[in-house]
């Protein structure tokens, strides 16, 4: 299910500290589908029980929509997922649809959003990923097996930083760091 967004509102969710993800030509906000959902586990991370508004959900469901993504394309202000789950970020988070008004009072805010750095990631391998800052080489994501985390080499020191096993979830971190470093 998609539903416009106005600019003003992915920048508010930006700013409630939703995960921002740029790769390539994809520019994404991502929702923690946890976040919507009242859910419970048991020690070994199944799910042990959910709610949805109250609602009872089957376990499998409830585990299908914690594995599914939810986002906000911040390309295009139109936020992408699972019905259940879109509806529950609109709700959470305030959003609403654009309109001809939001349009005509986001274009100044354009050129402010534009004053961020542009992170971007390129797969070499299925080990290896070139990070991009700006268009201007970074430093390299390399998976290291042993620890079963990414690493994050960047060229301006001489040592690695570890974050997560998913490759995504690492993307997103760094782009944030990078992101807010770069505001300071």
């Known amino acids: 299910m998609k539903k416009q967004l106005s600019q003003n509102t992915v920048s508010a969710l930006e700013s409630a500290g939703l995960s921002h993800w740029v790769k390539g030509d994809m520019d994404r906000i991502y929702i923690n589908a946890k976040d919507l959902m009242d859910v419970d586990f048991y020690k070994s991370g199944n799910v042990q029980h959910a709610e949805i508004n109250g609602e009872k959900i089957s376990n499998t469901k409830a585990t299908g929509l914690l594995n599914s993504k939810i986002y906000v394309d911040a390309n295009t202000n ?3 997922g699972p019905d259940e ?5 609109i709700a959470k988070y305030g959003l609403h649809e654009a309109s001809e008004e939001d349009a005509e009072a986001e274009a100044p805010e ?4 534009s004053s961020k750095p ?7 391998s ?20 042993e620890q079963d985390v ?14 997560f096993e998913d490759l995504a979830e690492t993307e997103e971190t760094i782009t944030d760091e990078i992101q807010i ?4």
Request: charged share 30%; proline share 2%; glycine share 4%.
């Open 126 to 145: 299925d080990t290896e990923v070139d990070v991009f800052v700006d268009k201007n080489r970074y430093g390299k994501l390399q998976f290291d097996a």
């Open 181 to 184: 470093y770069n505001e300071d």
């Open 78 to 80: 139109e936020i992408v």
């Open 118 to 124: 542009v992170v971007e990631f390129s797969e070499t």
């Open 85 to 89: 789950l879109v509806d529950l970020a």
């Open 150 to 163: 990414w690493v994050l080499w960047p060229i301006q020191i001489d040592d690695g930083v570890s974050y």
């Open 110 to 113: 354009a050129s402010e959003e």
